[in-house]
């Protein structure tokens, strides 16, 4: 006897099942691979209510901000307020061995040139300042101002990895060098340099 031939029906769904897991998986496949693929959304971040908004680009040609120096002792000056044509500014601390030991190239540069308009912006980042930098000043003859940072605003402004680290800037605090880590302030290369600065 002749077997029965299958329905139309069944033939349907015999055809139709493999074709539906197939589909089935490429959606979900697809699903994934652009869930993992999708970047995430770039995060923005407000100024804080103290006016910060962040670490500052440092590098020769970009423009500081008019930040605020405390004085070891008392009182504030803005940077715009400093009145010299070139300014070096330089984080230090008396624990850092490399900071100690470039302070009187430092003190010997600052003698030279400051009548022709340069000054030594110094600040310290010692967490107890008042107590270390009395003797400090005192021992490597410290002859420019020390200024404090405290709550490391300057820190972060300047985006501070390590010490020594020094930027240096003209009267309309235009970055013109940055220096991190330790170096002579009084070889002649230097020397050369910031006779440059000052008459330009």
Not at 39 to 65: H, K, M, N
Not at 78 to 90: D, H, Q, Y
Not at 98 to 120: M, N, Q, T, W
Not at 175 to 183: A, M, Q, T, Y
Request: hydrophobic letters at 40%; a positive charge; glycine letters at 8%.
């Amino acid at each position: 006897m002749p077997s029965q031939a299958p329905s139309p029906r069944n033939l349907t769904w015999k055809t139709l099942a493999p074709i539906a897991v197939i589909v089935v998986i490429a959606a979900v496949g697809l699903f994934v691979l652009r869930g993992g693929m999708q970047r995430p959304s770039r995060v923005t971040t407000s100024p804080s209510s103290s006016g910060s908004s962040g670490p500052i680009e440092i590098r020769v040609g970009s423009q500081l901000p008019d930040f605020t120096l405390k004085k070891f002792g008392a009182g504030e000056i803005k940077a715009s307020e400093l009145g010299s044509r070139v300014t070096l500014i330089n984080f230090w601390a008396t624990w850092c061995e490399p900071c100690v030991i470039e302070l009187p190239s430092l003190v010997k540069l600052r003698e030279k040139f400051k009548p022709k308009g340069f000054d030594v912006v110094a600040i310290n980042v010692d967490e107890n300042p008042e107590q270390v930098l009395p003797r400090a000043i005192q021992k490597y003859g410290l002859n420019f101002q020390v200024y404090l940072d405290p709550g490391q605003k300057l820190s972060e402004l300047f985006d501070v990895q390590n010490i020594p680290l020094t930027i240096v800037m003209d009267q309309n605090r235009k970055v013109l060098f940055v220096e991190p880590g330790g170096r002579d302030w009084v070889d002649r290369d230097t020397q050369a340099m910031v006779e440059r600065w000052l008459s330009g």
